[in-house]
Nanobody, 113 residues
Framework: QVQLVESGGGLVQPGGSLRLSCAAS????????MGWYRQAPGKEREWVAT???????NYVDSVKGRFTISRDNAKSTVYLQMNSLKPEDTAVYFC???????WGQGTQVTVSS
């Protein structure tokens, strides 16, 4: 059974940082592209970043230079380091095994003073 569990969300002031983690189980992590998405209140879910097994990354323009996606294949975990956070980054963040039906349950990130 595939399971994705996110952690690391919380409340942070503008300009602050958070590191999200997504631990995968079920023998699906190592050969797959992993991604982070987010959904703000009243908005559609949007793609944030992806990383291949080899470590190649892509980002939505709004987070380039501020967010970094990484993965530890030995730990079946993908991370999202978020720096210089802005109020518009407030959303529920989800991890996903790309091109599969598997999503995590989400972790809330709130950027507010």
């Amino acid at each position: 059974q595939v399971q994705l569990v996110e952690s690391g969300g919380g409340l942070v002031q503008p300009g602050g940082s958070l590191r999200l983690s997504c631990a995968a189980s079920g023998n699906i992590f190592s050969s797959n592209v992993m991604g982070w998405y987010r959904q703000a209140p009243g908005k559609e879910r949007e793609w944030v970043a992806t990383i291949t097994r080899a470590g190649a990354t892509n980002y939505v323009d709004s987070v380039k230079g501020r967010f970094t996606i990484s993965r530890d294949n030995a730990k079946s975990t993908v991370y999202l380091q978020m720096n210089s956070l802005k109020p518009e980054d407030t959303a529920v963040y989800f991890c996903r095994v790309i091109s599969s039906p598997y999503w995590g349950q989400g972790t809330q990130v709130t950027v507010s003073s």
